[in-house]
């Protein structure tokens, strides 16, 4: 969206109508040339106090311990940085001069002129996407959430935004591939044991995690609630709104010009709903059947079926004008086997290959283990109980024979005998953790970074084994970030925390040991934490960046695991003050004149400061500390 099409949409106003974002602005011209910040990138405690009252937030005390304890004023705060409202230098903050020029006008918007008109909604775009990850973690399920809401012509059930029209349906429907005719059909939620259980569950979860987001929203002006036949009510977009929704998807939708496989890499990484709409540019560009041969020749290409699924479902929203690039398709081997299942469909009279109701299988299982891996095993036998199939012998042989790469793999899953006999269960009901196995054999790609560290930042990208546990994977951290093991540490995930059980020690940690890595980070940009030390806290981001399958190109590239791929910054010394200690050294090692310079030397060991460089990082060393 253009800053012309902006101020056409005379939205301005409307903007600064919204409490968030007026807070925001009147928080960042507060701010004025110099204010000092935590080493949390938060306003200091006795400077959040006089933040609170410029707001008119009532605090009970009087006293902060910090500013992050206050919602309304982290919202504000959020959103002022992400506006580019307030500008951050170190450890010191300021008021960017767009900041002052919207508080200036903030209460008389008539005297916007069109230029400024175009700051303050572009202003309010990054504030509310701040909130939602953007632009470089973006959440999926509230994109979703967006992509939905913008379909409605009115107000919509908050569940069904949420989870579609079937959320009030107990029996939830999805597709198979039959291995009797290799089409899809319907299915009902398997019957294993505890999952509709963890499916009740997960829909809770998008449920309470929408209505925060609705909060937010209502924060910000962008949706209007009301009364509804569930408990939750109605939700709708505002023209504010409209107005978000529409730029959050230009932001994540590819240029027209990018070849298929960028598309779908794009895509990819988000809810179907959403990768359908952000792919709408790149297939307006082109006629049907050109689109569809580019996205059919990439996912015959790709060695992901999870990522081969998504272009195949982009090539079928097409249509029959391209037929044609299908039936160019339908007289290969193996790959094929879509085109014929998709011309079938289609009414066409296809001969099809003996071997594709299996090799059909295979993949659809193949790529199903990629959106569950914690249920896969239960997945596989659960709809093969639903199809009222068996792992006979004949079965098994034409799995093994039908061609596909993967297919020895899967017909492994079903033999010598059913895996799904008994389902550990916890005393709550909800299935509970399986042995080794359950990572079945994959590999996670992890970006570890040390929060709070800049000026250089300091990061590890390691592949691990999936079926680690927390136990295992703290001496991987230790090792990839250059710890030398010597305090307490905590893993956090949502509210729970993990470390090494002590009986002489009241603590609610979970037994590290009894936890592995695929229970707690099976998604894309899952994340937990990892503390360490907890005089200086050093607070480590970890994020699942992909899954790896056992035998992929990238799997194979990775080598022996654990291996560290790349990675930035030197690790900080031992026992040196945590992020705002570790920021002081450095200060002071640069500046001969800085007075702790000489101590820090002798406290280091150096006889100059080029010997200590926060910049250092080899990948050799991190490599042969992990093999050790």
Known sequence: ??????????????????????????????????????????????????????????????????????????????????????????????????????????????????????????????????????????????????????????????AVAVLGESADDPNRTGTYVCPDCGQPHEWSLPDVPGLDVTVALRDEDLVEHALTTIDVLTDFGAVSTGPGQAPEGTVALTALGRLFAGWALESISPAADEAAGELVGIVADYPPPVALAASARWLAARTPPTAARELLGFAESADVPLVRTVALTLARQLGSEALPAWREYAVRAGFGAYARQHLASQGEDVESDGRDEAWLLVDSIVAASGELPWLAELTFAGVFRAMGGEATPELLADLKSCGHPNAAQVADLFAPEPRTAAVPRSPAGVPARRG??????????????????????????????????????????????GWEDCHLHMFTAGKVTYGVPDGDFMSDDQDEDAVRLSDLLSRKGQKLSYTYDFGDDWDHLVKL?????????????????????????????????????????????ANPDHDDHEDMLEWLGLDRPGDFNPAAFHLAEVNQRLRA
Request: charge should be negative.
């Open 1 to 158: 969206m253009t800053t012309s099409e902006l101020a056409a949409s005379g939205m301005a106003g409307a903007a600064l109508s919204c409490p968030a974002f007026t807070d925001a602005v009147k928080l960042a011209a507060w701010v004025g040339p110099s204010r000092e910040l935590t080493t949390s990138g938060v306003l200091r405690p006795a400077i959040a106090v006089q933040a609170c009252q410029v707001l008119g937030i009532p605090l009970a005390s009087g006293k902060l311990r910090s500013a992050m304890d206050v919602p309304e004023l982290q919202l504000a705060w959020e959103a002022a940085l992400a506006a580019d409202l307030v500008l951050v230098v170190s450890n010191r903050a300021s008021t960017a001069p767009i900041a002052a020029e919207i508080a200036a006008v903030a209460a008389d918007a008539e005297q916007l002129d069109t230029g400024l008109a175009d700051q303050v909604v572009l202003a309010w775009l990054r504030a509310v996407g701040g909130q939602f990850g953007f632009p470089n973690d973006v959440c999926g399920q509230c994109l979703t959430m967006l992509v939905e809401l913008g379909k409605a012509d009115g107000p919509v059930e908050i």
């Open 436 to 481: 080794p196995t359950a990572a079945n054999g994959k590999l996670c790609q992890l970006l570890i970074t040390m929060r709070y560290v800049d000026d250089p930042p300091v990061w590890r990208r390691v592949v691990v084994p999936a079926g680690i546990t927390l136990g295992e994977l703290h001496y991987v951290i230790q090792d990839a970030m």
């Open 545 to 589: 960046e992909k899954t790896l399958r056992p035998g992929s190109t990238e799997a194979l590239a990775a080598g022996p695991v654990p291996v560290c791929l790349a990675g930035e910054g030197a690790c900080p010394p031992e026992d040196c003050g945590g992020a705002s200690g570790y920021w002081n050294l450095k200060e002071a090692l």
